[in-house]
């Protein structure tokens, strides 16, 4: 595959410290860039991280035609460079892309762009349980032109980030029963921009309450709980361990399946279906509800403290011997090189 690679004459990373980063506000040197045009993508580079020019009439801008991706690459103690289940994310793209109807990008595109703008930004991946590099993979619609319909040309990029955690403290949520995330048949499996723009309203009403997430429920009848946006959510009622089914309106997180296939394996029972409001309700009440913790490349797997269902606040126990914390260390041990990898997730850069 042929590759334009420009160097950037010095480097910021300098000015960066390391030790106070907020997610995603902090860009690597350079970027992956890659146009679609005249029916096929043309040759990838990879320049320094720059503002883009693009028309104001580009169809993204007015038609939110676009999607994306959420890795995270982790340095070793030897100074080696890790992917988790990469594959998954190029997949991913390309089923989000389809559903926009936006061209495939190349596999080998994906992958040798993206390991070599790993290669030349290593200096910004950081050892420690605390520290990776957030990647973000993006497709956006660039033909200039405002009328309503599928662009013709599209611009691949990805960037990174050096980041810690996602959320600063705990995490409280509240069960959505007014708005909702997805509908039957529309994009919600999908990484689409708009899916993300359509849930700030709701959670900056959710976070004027002291919520930092909503737990989407289905639109029809707010019955059920489903995914929270930025994360997956599994709920443990006693011993077993419950998540939503993937569904069109559900995104098929990896976090998500790579928790599912990592607690079974820790002989704990995992049970994937439907889960209603009602049931975590009043598994609360009895007591049973013993936590219930987000998952995603973003927020890792992040615990709940506290849940709310129409104004009824409940607060869940503090574990000493959490799932939650037992299968954070199997995950980020595999994803660190820490431990044995027997799932062949690991995949070196
Ligand atoms: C991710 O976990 O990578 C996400 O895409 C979630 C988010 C930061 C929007």
Redesign the pocket.
Known sequence: MALHIEKIATSKISEVDFSNLK??QVFTDHMFECDFENGAWQTPKIRPYQALSIDPSAKVFHYGQAV????KAYKDDNDEIWLFRPEQNQERINKSAERLDMPAFPKEYFMEGLNTLLKMDSEWVKKGENNAL?IRPFVIATENCVSASSSTNYKFMIICSPVQG?YAGEVKVVFADKYSRAANGGVGFA?AAGN?AASFYPAKLAANDGYQQIVWTDASTHEYLEEA???NVFFRINDTLYTAPTSDRILDGV?RKSIIELAKSEDINVEVRKISVKEIVEAAKKGELLEMFGT????VISPISAFSNKGENFDLPKLENSYAALLKKKMTDIQRNLSEDKFGWRVKV
Do not use: D, L, N, P
Not at 68 to 71: L, V
Not at 296 to 299: K, L, N, R
């Open positions: 997610f995603g994306f991706e959420g890795m957030y996602y990484k993300y946006g930025t994360m976090t995603g490349t973003a927020v």
